[in-house]
């Protein structure tokens, strides 16, 4: 582990009067430790980090841990490793779970072993430090994002009627792979004409037809790191609807990236986005918050909603991501994958929002 997020770690511990801290979460063990196995556990303590696994992960462990920096102790054990993990927290008394990674049996199971007096569980240990990123995180998330675009610009000749949304998002994951080896972030959303009313939907075998709204959500994953981004188009010219729609959840996508700033809430640039939307009497429609945090997790803190309580800093990454869904009409949403600078707001994924596909 890195000694910046040792010491911040550490130091968040200490507060907590926590003795160790028992990482299970694989995206959690992957910010501390580098580790992507699929069998880990790290302990945190005030002394050493250790990473427990199995010898199939021997070789894999000691390289990626290398690579990752810092120092962290490697301990194969056979299955589970759970003798290996009662050793490691030998003479600790207060040993944090991560409440909202382990199931119910594993915390029972772990409570029996260790001693329930012991355990203590814990919510957002690492989450809260994940939120702003490094340098070398923002330029893996820059990477991510330069990905998507070039994908996204490659997929243009593919975006015509009598196209499925399948072979869409098939298309559009490789010009990923082709380009640079990636993987898409998250599934593909591809919806058209009345599918384009449900904000997440999943591609099917419906064909692409003349005069059908389409969302396009995808993103790239550079060493773990997700990019976020979502474009809307129209097959051929645009009804008026269809072009209000366009037009003003575009309006409420560049408010929202235009409040986005260092020391702003994130509720406000939900609001700001919202507000747009709601003059012009679309506001029944954009049924979802404005958008989330993004970084190893394609949905992480800091949430963007009405509800949202954080305060922006610079090196949080955000989307903004406002929407307008009508039934039987198909739906409209933009999105971008955005840092907060210590000016203001910098996006990172840069296509063009230009939604008229000419037939």
Known sequence: MSTDRAHAL???????????????????????????????????????????TDGRYRAWAAEQTRAHGGSIEIVIAPGQGRTALQECLDGADSIGLESAHVSWADANELSDALGADRVVATTGLIEGLREIKSEAEVLNLRAAAAIGDVALKRLADDLRPGVSEIEVARQLAQHMYDHAGATPSFDIIVASGPNAARPHHQPTDRLLAAGDLVIIDSGATVEGYCSDMTRSFVLGGPTSQQQEMLDVVLEAQQAGVDAVAPGVLASDIDMACRRVIAEAGLGDYFTHGTGHGVGLDIHEAPSVSSAATATLAPGHIITVEPGVYIPDVGGVRWEDTVLVTTNGADALTRSPKQPIVEL
């Open 10 to 52: 550490q130091d968040a511990m200490a507060e907590r009067s926590l003795d160790a801290l028992v990482v299970t979460a694989p995206t959690n063990i992957r910010y501390l430790s580098g580790f992507t196995g699929s069998n880990g556990t790290v302990v945190v303590r005030r002394e050493v980090t250790t990473l427990i």
